[in-house]
């Protein structure tokens, strides 16, 4: 994970850096004003104090008394070495074990990149620009290429007073590295962010909550990854109990929900009539009207690549495929799209090639209403949940490549617009 924390004025032809370079080199055992004596030696608790710290910097006022903070790129390596014990198991702490489901190269797959911040500076033709870029193959120099070695970038750049940022990422994995995944995200400005279990800060100062609300956004994608990689158009995440209730932290009891809609044209829907496992138990239409995965001639397989339910639900219809128990601090539940007619009145891409290579183009995304509709798991009798939307981010996990694959994609106009209950 790595934070955009620099927040910049405008003061007439220079820029003032509300975070420095000493900020975001803060590490284990450096002090800053705040932090809690059990968090200055411990890994964990040093990253979220420091991210609150960094908010607190960045933090910009807003009305009515509804502050908000940072842009969060997040960058990450699938790899789990199943020896190390370090992940817990739908929230359970669990020991080591062997399996052949992540790859590992050895000792030292789980290692954190080199990374290189060209911190963000006003050009002549008064446009900001920065990024970052490097490599998780240490021992690497990315100056010399990055043929056979991972890389990613991601560079952000906007003219003073005009449009918008626009954020150009790139990825790449190699051999060491087959999965990894790369997202510009808008997360919650306090409480669990999609994927977290403690206190985050990020862009979203009022959460957008089914159905009342819009996502605008502009992409070009310029390489796609290859056939492994799980492009999101758009990504929603959130927390919320299997009863219902709101998450609090206890995670094994919190679940983390995710809708995903993947534009990659070489993504097949493992949804099928002969694979209801892949499938949600039902697909509700725009019209509310409820169809189940054993309705042959009605239900929409195609449009679903992969749904799982998350591991600590205790009253799952079979069949039924289970989330990757390893992959959140808590158990999950993924509902992944396919582009098809069935979403066209929601705005979403209706047929592949929609929005992929060769086809740039600004969507307006009825998010609020598709999400409203989504099957997501919930114990019998329990009120339903509130979905409210803590994360929204696009990207792509280039999921376990079977040779290096590069993606590249830019990003502008990113909006998240709440709408009225009659709009």
Request: charged share 20%; net charge neutral.
């Amino acid at each position: 994970m790595l934070c955009l924390h620099s927040l910049l004025y405008w003061t007439g032809s220079s820029l003032k850096h509300k975070v420095t370079e000493a900020h975001n080199k803060l590490g284990l055992g450096k002090r800053f004003p705040g932090i809690s004596p059990k968090a200055l030696n411990n890994t964990d608790l040093y990253a979220v104090e420091k991210e609150r710290y960094l908010g607190s910097l960045c933090e910009v006022a807003d009305t009515p008394k509804k502050p908000w903070h940072f842009w969060m790129v997040m960058l990450k390596n699938g790899n789990y070495d199943t020896n190390s014990g370090f992940c817990p198991e739908n929230g359970k702490k669990v020991g080591p074990f062997k399996s052949g489901g992540f790859p590992c190269y050895g000792d030292g797959c789980m290692n954190q990149p080199l990374l290189y911040h060209q911190q963000t500076e006003l050009s002549e033709m008064d446009k900001m620009r920065g990024g970052f870029n490097g490599t998780y193959d240490l021992g690497s120099d990315i100056r010399n290429g990055i043929d056979n070695i991972s890389f990613f970038e991601v560079v952000w750049e906007k003219r003073v007073g005009v449009g918008s940022w626009v954020f150009h990422h790139k990825l790449k994995t190699s051999k060491k590295y087959p999965w990894l995944m790369l997202y510009l995200r808008a997360d919650a400005t306090k409480g669990f962010s999609g994927g977290y279990h403690y206190d985050t800060r990020g862009m979203l100062k009022t959460l957008p909550e089914s159905p009342n609300f819009k996502v605008r956004v502009s992409l070009d994608v310029k390489q796609g990854g290859g056939p492994k990689s799980q492009f999101y158009l758009i990504d929603i995440g959130s927390c919320w109990k299997n009863n219902g209730a709101p998450c609090d932290g206890d995670v094994l009891t919190d679940v983390t929900r995710y809708s995903e809609m993947i534009i990659n044209t070489d993504t097949p829907a493992w949804c099928s009539p002969t694979s209801l496992i892949n499938c949600p138990p039902f697909h509700i239409t725009p019209n509310n009207t409820k169809i189940y995965r054993n309705d042959t001639a009605h239900f929409p397989y195609s449009a679903y690549h992969y749904y799982c339910a998350p591991g600590n639900a205790q009253h799952l219809e079979k069949p039924v495929s289970l989330c990757d128990p390893y992959s959140n601090p808590q158990a999950q539940e993924l509902v992944q799209l396919l582009p098809h007619p069935i979403w066209a009145e929601y705005g979403y891409p209706t047929k592949p090639g929609d929005g992929w290579v060769g086809d740039a183009r600004t969507w307006d995304l009825n998010v609020g209403g598709l999400s409203s509709r989504l099957y997501f798991y919930q114990d019998p009798g329990t009120p339903p949940a509130r979905r409210i939307w803590t994360s929204i981010d696009m990207g792509t996990e280039v999921f376990v490549s079977d040779k290096d694959e590069m993606a590249e994609w830019t990003l502008s106009d990113f909006d998240v617009l709440l709408t009225s209950p009659s709009s």
